[in-house]
């Protein structure tokens, strides 16, 4: 079974917050970057917040030209920061957010926890039996999502089209032996964790992670979040744009130790998101958490990069998921 | 969706209790990733963001994304934060600039 049409993208503004009597300091800003473009900060702070509106003005104005983003918070559920700004970027612009989006997929599992659907510290088999093979028998839930289960890709790697498709991710993964022991280390299973809890969810509740995330998440609180964008959003979809390095950040980018990591960004061909399609097909696109950085080619890093390490200029597919 | 998980918008409660959260926030890995044979975190799938935001609580829980994306929630300021920018950053994962983002509105929303 193919998931239904997932793209993940994410506009963090709620838009239903626009016009929150809360926020009162409405009003543009414009300012003018050393080179002449207008970041034309727009948005809203409300009362005591002026200094973020400054702070997100300075992040705009030292950004090479061409920089846009959207910045939200809220304080106790109320909305006290909406801001955008940069060439081409609106309040309600949608664009992919990549490994950003596995924390939804972490909420709703957290949801179906607290509600005793499932249990942390049960193995993965009793949802999942045909995860009970290769030595991953007594694998549970908490070491799945704490990234202990050594299951960061499979021998062989991942074609693009299963890439596109978690349980064929899935699938795979139930007859690998693990990377390493399961709980013996731990590793960001980059491409693959939202394959691997969403066929658990799926499996405990007939559900997939997109549709209990629109029912339970989305719909009810009004998010302007998508796990999978409907077709009438797509006029607001903006493509990610590649990276556009210095001089010096491209030697950085060229040391082999950062070359495989940056593999997937610094190719035009792969970073440039001209059309969603593969983002539809793909629940979870996207790894790297914050404090994770490279090294040099190491067999676990092949596995859990295939694609990308393989063939970082020919495979979109697995590099949108970074 | 952080500010739904641990505050509730719009009227509606929080959808997860505080317990959850604390529980779903707590580090369960910390060392070297052996992926990337470097120093990371992990809570129960997300990210330990508080280790990476300092001026943050202990059990604040979040997900940065390759492009420079990043959204958290802090609960004991009971503040959620999301942060995102149209064009990859250097060198990839959260963007730097997210860090003084974060800390401006952080200070705003714990000030007397």
Not at chain 1, 19 to 45: F, K, L, R
Not at chain 1, 212 to 235: K, N, T, V, W
Request: hydrophobic letters at 40%; proline letters at 9%; charged letters at 20%.
């Amino acid at each position: 079974m193919r998931l239904p049409a997932p793209e993940i993208t994410e506009h963090p503004n709620g838009l239903h917050s626009l016009h929150d009597p809360a926020i009162t300091s409405v009003g543009e800003y414009m300012s003018v970057t050393e080179n002449g473009t207008t970041t034309g900060v727009q948005g809203t702070v409300a009362p005591g917040f002026e200094p973020v509106r400054e702070a997100f003005e300075a992040s705009l104005a030292e950004e090479r030209s061409g920089h846009s983003a959207q910045l939200a918070a809220y304080v106790h559920g109320e909305q006290v920061v909406d801001l955008w700004g940069g060439p081409g970027i609106a309040g309600d612009s949608l664009t992919g957010v990549f490994s950003s989006s596995k924390g939804a997929v972490y909420l709703v599992v957290a949801l179906l926890v607290q509600d005793g659907v499932l249990e942390l510290d049960r193995e993965v088999r009793h949802y999942w039996p045909e995860f009970a093979q290769a030595g991953k028998e007594h694998i549970t839930l908490r070491d799945l999502l704490s990234h202990r289960a050594g299951l960061i890709g499979v021998e062989g790697g991942f074609s693009p089209e299963e890439l596109a498709d978690d349980r064929a991710i899935a699938a795979r993964l139930a007859g690998q032996r693990p990377w390493w022991r399961p709980g013996a280390a731990f590793g960001y299973h980059a491409l693959v964790i939202g394959a691997l809890a969403g066929e658990v969810v799926l499996r405990a509740t007939g559900s997939t992670v997109q549709e209990l995330y629109e029912s339970r998440i989305r719909a009810p609180y009004g998010l302007d979040f998508y796990l999978g964008l409907p077709e009438e959003q797509e006029h607001r979809w903006l493509s990610t744009q590649p990276m556009d390095p210095t001089p010096q950040q491209k030697r950085e980018l060229a040391r082999p130790a950062r070359a495989a990591r940056s593999a997937c960004a610094a190719s035009p061909s792969t970073s440039t998101t001209s059309s969603p399609p593969c983002w539809r097909s793909s629940p979870t696109p996207a790894p790297y958490g914050p404090t994770a950085r490279p090294r040099p080619a190491a067999s676990a890093r092949r596995a859990a990069w295939p694609a990308c390490t393989r063939r970082p200029s020919a495979a979109p597919a697995a590099c949108r998921r970074c | 969706m952080y500010a739904a998980a641990i505050s509730g918008t719009g009227g509606l409660p929080p959808l997860l209790k505080p317990e959850t959260a604390a529980e779903f926030a707590q580090v369960h890995s910390h060392g070297i990733n052996i992926v990337f044979g470097t120093p990371d975190a992990f809570a129960l799938g997300f990210a330990a963001t508080w280790l990476n935001y300092p001026f943050l609580s202990a059990g604040a829980f979040g997900h940065s994304g390759a492009a420079g994306s990043q959204a958290f929630a802090d609960p004991a300021s009971g503040l959620a934060f999301g942060y995102n920018r149209r064009r990859f950053a250097f060198p990839g994962g959260a963007a730097p600039e997210t860090v003084p983002l974060a800390r401006a509105v952080h200070a705003c929303a714990t000030r007397g």
